[in-house]
């Protein structure tokens, strides 16, 4: 039996990594508003993790945090510089000049050139007939759409994955010395490339190819203002990690929960048109960014009752919210065809993420088609889950398609 009392999120196992669920529903129904032991608070219900995640009360500026957890380093410029952890007026200003790179044309060019990616890798899926998804297919996917919307070459592409998990990784709750530097690198590695794109498209601002964003981030601006080298640097290496990991992980986690639920498989293939709320369910049900944070800039009320002090770090838990039975009707059931569903897999309020409209497009297409391709799926192998506490995803899952 877990201990509530005890629980604390910077002290989890390789347990809770693999299945956190148990441990969240416990939490959910016992502790909602959990405290750790170096003060901070885990939320698990809906509505108290909605209500933060509205709340302008509440602040994503992590300058201070970062600084005791990574002192001077490339990740703390990182992840201080780029969109996600701050606040206005940074925050809005960076956020629009961002969002020239996710206009209905530009959707419209990326689903065009999605389409011609997923049948591509899924041409080479049938070749190959037993492969690892991830690695053969899942991760695939969004390389070539990063690579495309940052003109990054060939020779570099192999590289983004590994960039992305080293970075991202540096945010769970513990974080090891060797992943510290590992995250380091990347920052360093990735921004030296970026850097001379960047470089190279300034000088060439009509040499963009289909999808390509960095021109708008490039000249774009607001309010007369223009990202910086730096900035810009930053905030791509954070588009990276904002469509890289978290749709690898989508499509990997989707597939894993087709194997574990044949029926709804099967269900899925008697009904294409499901792929909508097949893709929103596997986004509720194995939500690839499972943790978010906030502090609280005043005294905050929950909907629970409970008041948060000025100051206070708070740990969201999406995974948990996205499985409140108050909220969601039979919550640990998968259900590919489940109306409503209110999931914050993609968050709300002022950082919901930018990209989810282009996350849900590469999903429908990606799983849709895949599934239709290759109805008779099966495991081949034992899985292996990426061990962040922050991301759920696969490192490897070994299938066969025929």
């Known amino acids: 039996m877990l201990d509530i009392v005890g629980f604390d999120l910077n002290a989890i196992d390789s347990g809770f990594i693999e299945n956190p669920y148990p441990a969240l529903a416990r939490l959910r129904q016992d502790s909602p508003v959990h405290r750790n032991a170096d003060g901070s608070v885990y939320l698990t219900r809906h509505d108290d993790c909605l209500a933060t995640y509205r709340s302008r009360e509440m602040l994503s500026d992590k300058t201070e945090a970062f600084g005791a957890k990574f002192g001077e380093c490339p990740l703390k410029v990182h992840h201080t510089t780029s969109l996600i952890f701050n606040d206005p007026p940074y925050h809005t200003t960076v956020r629009k000049l961002i969002a020239g790179a996710f206009t209905p044309r530009k959707l419209a060019e990326m689903e065009r050139l999605i389409e011609g990616i997923v049948d591509r890798l899924l041409d080479r899926v049938e070749d190959l007939g037993e492969l690892d998804l991830i690695a053969d297919f899942a991760m695939m996917l969004p390389t070539e759409i990063i690579s495309f919307m940052l003109g990054v070459p060939d020779e570099y592409r192999a590289k983004l994955r590994g960039y992305s998990i080293a970075i991202l990784g540096a945010l769970d709750p513990v974080v090891p010395e060797h992943r510290l530097a590992a995250g380091n690198t990347a920052v360093e590695e990735f921004g030296a490339i970026l850097s001379d794109l960047i470089d190279h498209r300034r000088r060439n601002p009509d040499g963009a190819g289909e999808g390509e964003v960095l021109e708008s ?41 087709f194997l574990d639920h044949p029926d709804e498989h099967r269900r899925l293939l008697n009904d294409p048109t499901l792929i909508g709320t097949t893709v929103e369910e596997c986004l509720r049900v194995e939500s690839p960014l499972q943790i978010g944070n906030r502090l609280a800039g005043e005294d905050i009320a929950l909907p629970s009752g409970e008041v948060i ?15 409140d039975p108050e909220v969601f009707a039979d919550p640990d059931r998968f259900d590919v065809g489940r109306k409503p569903n209110p999931h914050i897999a993609f968050i709300t309020g002022i950082h919901v993420c930018l990209g989810a409209s282009l996350a849900r497009m590469e999903g429908k297409l990606a799983l849709g088609r895949f599934a239709q391709r290759f109805p008779k799926l099966a495991a081949n192998g034992p899985r292996e889950r990426l061990g962040l506490a922050r991301f759920r995803g696969f ?6 398609v025929r």
Do not use: M, W
Not at 395 to 400: A, D, G, K, M, V
């Open 395 to 400: 490192i490897s899952l070994p299938i066969r």
């Open 309 to 323: 002090p000025k100051g206070t770090y708070i740990h969201t838990s999406i995974a948990g919210a996205n499985r």
């Open 217 to 257: 981030l490039i000249f774009g601006e607001h309010d007369g203002r223009r990202l910086t080298q730096e900035e810009l640097v930053q905030n791509c290496i954070f588009l990276l990690n904002a469509g890289h990991e978290t749709t690898t992980s989508l499509v990997g986690n989707s597939v894993g929960l």
